[in-house]
């Protein structure tokens, strides 16, 4: 095994890591010096490896890899790899080299449940430090979440708003691949809800019976309302949402004092506004323009003045109906908000 010296600075570990699997690289240290003049962005390091010795890559994960005592979280797919039996080529990306936790949005799905190509269901990605968080896994979050270089091997935890079908769809795809896919999960899959969710879980594990029962990993739920979560390096946070009775809304922060806000379905909510209290972002539902507000949901300038009461330093407005693509709800939510404002779009990420 050879790991040659280069390290480069790179701003996007998840391109890299899909494209070096996808095309082997030719000469690493060239590569390296071309994107050295491109990248801005120091807090990954990329080491340029080639390797005959695959058999990490059989560890049960295919995301984290051990060579020569360090770490390696490699993005992508490795079957390509232990397809070829010759020495292959490949970036590994490195831990983040970045002082404090890393923390990066990937938002999975902008949209409702209104079938539409711009637009998926609900669904975010949260990876802070080594761990990845799913939020919500509305329909097509599994396949959105490959194209961000994850798989149900990576999930450390998923914690759902509330179950109504755009938020819930792909659970049972999701735990139906974890047992039956080629590289079935082995470790537990533990699964945050609002009240309520554990009879919805246990329900729907009735319908499938034994499929949705997995033999090789445990699925723990844990009901939250207003709780506290500790994960050493981060916590969570949730409060009930003003949406239907089991919703909840969710903080993470880091023990560095990163943090992030997320609404899932709210209409206006005090409770909204203290969890969003600060926050480097706040990404709120703004599902309908102001002129055609619905019950238990919020419009453009009521998220604009959660996130001006919240003091929030960037907000993301997201579960957008397909008319708010046709008004300007950006000059509608700055009625209210004088900070940083996104739109959100889908696989759009966002680093903290
Ligand atoms: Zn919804
Ligand atoms: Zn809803």
């Given amino acids: 095994m050879v790991i040659q010296k280069t390290t480069i600075p790179m701003d996007n570990p998840f391109d890299q890591g899909k494209r070096a699997i996808q095309e082997p690289q030719g000469d690493g240290i060239d590569d390296a010096k071309e994107k050295q003049n491109r990248c801005q962005n120091k807090k990954y390091q990329v080491s340029f490896c080639e390797s005959t010795d695959l058999s990490y890559m059989s560890s049960g994960t295919n995301t984290l890899g051990m060579m020569g005592g360090e770490s390696y979280r490699l993005f992508g797919k490795t079957q390509m790899l232990k397809m070829d039996p010759k020495p292959v080529r490949f970036n590994m990306v490195h831990l983040p080299i970045k002082k404090g936790l890393s923390m990066e949005i990937i938002i999975l799905g902008s949209g409702t449940c209104v079938p539409s190509l711009k637009r998926g269901s609900p669904g975010?990605?949260?990876?802070?430090?080594?761990?990845i968080l799913l939020f919500d896994s509305g329909t097509g979050?599994?396949?959105?979440?490959?194209?961000?270089?994850?798989?149900y091997l990576d999930l450390d935890v998923v914690l759902y708003t509330h179950s109504h079908p755009d938020h819930v769809a792909d659970l049972v795809p999701l735990i139906f691949a974890c047992k039956y896919g080629e590289n079935p999960r082995r470790r537990d899959l533990p699964i945050i809800g609002g009240r309520g969710f554990k009879s919805y879980f246990q329900a729907i594990q009735g319908v499938y019976g034994p499929w949705l029962q997995p033999d090789l990993f445990q699925i723990p739920i844990r009901e939250v309302y207003d709780d506290i979560l500790d994960y050493n390096l981060f916590r969570v946070l949730s409060k009930p949402m003003n949406h239907i009775p089991e919703s909840v809304g969710y903080r993470v922060e880091s023990h560095d004092g990163k943090s992030m806000a997320l609404s899932?379905?709210?209409?206006y909510s005090p409770n909204l506004v203290e969890l969003a209290r600060d926050a480097d972002v706040l990404v709120i539902e703004s599902a309908l323009p102001d002129e055609m507000k619905a019950e238990g949901h919020l419009t453009p300038s009521l998220a604009g003045r959660i996130g001006r009461e919240a003091n929030c330093k960037k907000m993301v407005l997201t579960h957008l109906y397909p008319v708010c693509d046709t008004i300007d709800i950006v000059k509608q939510c700055k009625r209210e908000y004088e900070g940083e404002l996104l739109i959100a779009e889908d696989l759009m990420e966002i680093s903290i």
């Fill in 264 to 267: 899932g379905d709210t209409d």
């Fill in 124 to 131: 975010l990605i949260l990876r802070i430090g080594e761990s």
């Fill in 141 to 151: 979050t599994i396949e959105r979440m490959l194209k961000g270089g994850i798989t």
